[in-house]
């Protein structure tokens, strides 16, 4: 079955950029997204569309694509920002799949 | 703005049918804007997408699932709901309903706050 890979973890120093990539051989077709996720609440969408940002997303979050790897950018990372991370996108059905995730640690 | 709070038994027996509703308020799922769908997350693992339906009443399914999954829409109720038979330990998980934005392919929100199904005997 399809797979979108992402590192199991990343972390990172306040104030530093935090780079998370995804990667899917279907990448390049598809449109990805990305959500945050804190312990014990749901997922939160914080890029749509490879690099759009919904309102309400501050502007240290980015998103941008190149081929099969798509990359979130936190800038200026802060404490808060500790968090699991997931991409998103769809196999070449239209099935909708979800990466590995991705874990932020705020140093 | 648009919100959705899943409810249904937190404890399903092995074999039983898990079944879960989603209450939509703030929006109609009659507008067609919009598709429903399902989500999982089993603990402290990833997400798994179950499947969504469209006010009309057409579904598509995760294809890994497909066989003991039905979605409903109740469109005078504003609810949608999930049905999972023969359930196992492995079905075991926190259990999301979203709203699908129409895209290639869409994306999801907002989401539920989840509720947790334990299958356990």
């Known amino acids: 079955s399809y797979e979108l890979t992402q590192p199991p973890s990343v972390s990172v120093s306040p104030g530093q950029t935090a780079r998370i990539t995804c990667s899917g051989d279907?990448?390049?077709?598809?449109?990805a997204y990305w959500y945050q996720q804190k312990p014990g609440q749901a997922p939160v969408l914080v890029i749509y569309?490879?690099?759009e940002r919904p309102s309400g997303i501050p502007e240290r979050f980015s998103g941008s694509s190149s081929g099969t790897t798509v990359t979130l950018t936190i800038s200026g990372v802060q404490a808060e920002d500790e968090a699991d991370y997931y991409c998103?996108?769809?196999?070449?059905?239209?099935?909708?799949?979800f990466g590995t995730g991705t874990k932020v640690t705020v140093l | 703005q648009v919100q959705l709070q899943e409810s249904g038994p937190g404890l399903v027996k092995p074999s039983q049918t898990l079944s879960l509703t989603c209450t939509v308020s703030?929006?109609?799922?009659?507008?067609?804007?919009?598709?429903w769908s399902w989500i999982r997350q089993p603990p402290g693992k990833g997400l798994e997408w179950i499947g969504y339906?469209?006010?009309?009443?057409?579904?598509y399914y995760n294809p890994s699932l497909k066989s003991r999954v039905t979605i409903s829409v109740d469109t005078s109720k504003n609810q949608f709901s999930l049905k999972l038979s023969s359930v196992t330990a492995a079905d075991t998980a926190v259990y999301y309903c979203?709203?699908?934005?129409?895209?290639?392919?869409?994306?999801?929100?907002?989401w539920g706050q989840g509720t947790l199904v334990t299958v356990s005997s």
């Open positions: 279907a990448l390049p077709k598809q449109y």
């Open positions: 703030g929006g109609s799922i009659s507008s067609g804007d919009y598709y």
């Open positions: 569309k490879d690099s």
């Open positions: 998103q996108s769809a196999d070449s059905s239209g099935t909708p799949v």
């Open positions: 339906i469209y006010y009309s009443g057409s579904t």
């Open positions: 979203a709203r699908v934005v129409p895209a290639a392919p869409g994306w999801f929100d907002p």
